[in-house]
């Protein structure tokens, strides 16, 4: 019977979790949607914009991998449409030619930081409350 409460303590604790996650998302989806952008693609230039934060700095795209939440091909797709809508760079890496680079453009970097705000806003209000 103690198994039992147990698991059931940790399946609603994760339920909660998740439940934490999913209003986040859609919350920070619905601000940033005027502007293009859904919480995905916000995370990439938000990653992009403080692991290089001078103009011309790049990032592997492999070191993006593990701090999205998305799959590699899923995470290529973003960064393609990314690319297209000119808020990012991708060249190949000279040194090892599996390797791609990703930087922000300064297109990218702009509105990295006019939506920056308000999508620590959404973070205040939901993971606050």
Not at 98 to 112: A, C, F, P, Y
């Amino acid at each position: 019977m103690a198994l039992n409460t147990v698991s059931t303590g940790l399946e609603e604790r994760w339920r909660d979790i998740l439940a934490v996650h999913a209003r986040t998302m859609c919350e920070i989806d619905r601000v940033l949607h005027p502007h293009g952008l859904g919480a995905s693609d916000f995370e990439v230039l938000d990653i992009l914009a403080t692991e290089s934060p001078r103009e011309g700095d790049q990032c592997r795209v492999q070191n993006l991998v593990g701090r999205v939440h998305l799959s590699q091909s899923a995470l290529s797709r973003l960064i393609g449409r990314l690319e297209k809508d000119g808020l990012v760079e991708r060249s190949m890496c000279v040194e090892d030619r599996r390797g791609v680079w990703v930087s922000l453009t300064r297109k990218g970097r702009d509105l990295h930081s006019e939506v920056l705000p308000l999508q620590r806003a959404v973070l205040a209000k939901t993971l606050n409350s």
